[in-house]
């Protein structure tokens, strides 16, 4: 995400909540990619350590990188009632 810290605070408004300049950087930062690979709440770990998943490889959080006309072909497949592929 561009621009995050701007996102967090706009969030905030909406909730009428006031945070401090720290309080959305500390947010922010628990926010980011690398925090919530990192964190076990958020990445699954449970799976692995149940032994239903391959730990090796087998992250739940990745960096996308899907191909978007292949997602809109899928999307505009689904509306119109066809099968996707």
Not at 45 to 66: C, M, N
């Amino acid at each position: 995400m561009k621009d995050l810290e701007g996102c967090i605070q706009r969030v905030a408004a909406f909730l009428q909540k006031d945070l401090k300049t720290e309080d959305v950087k500390k947010i922010a930062k628990l926010c980011s990619f690398g925090e919530m690979k990192k964190n076990p709440s958020v990445n699954h770990q449970w799976l692995t350590d149940l032994k239903y998943r391959d730990p090796k490889g087998a992250e739940f959080l990745r960096k996308g990188g899907y191909n978007s006309s292949a997602l809109a072909t899928m999307i505009l497949r689904i509306i119109s009632g066809g099968t996707v592929v």
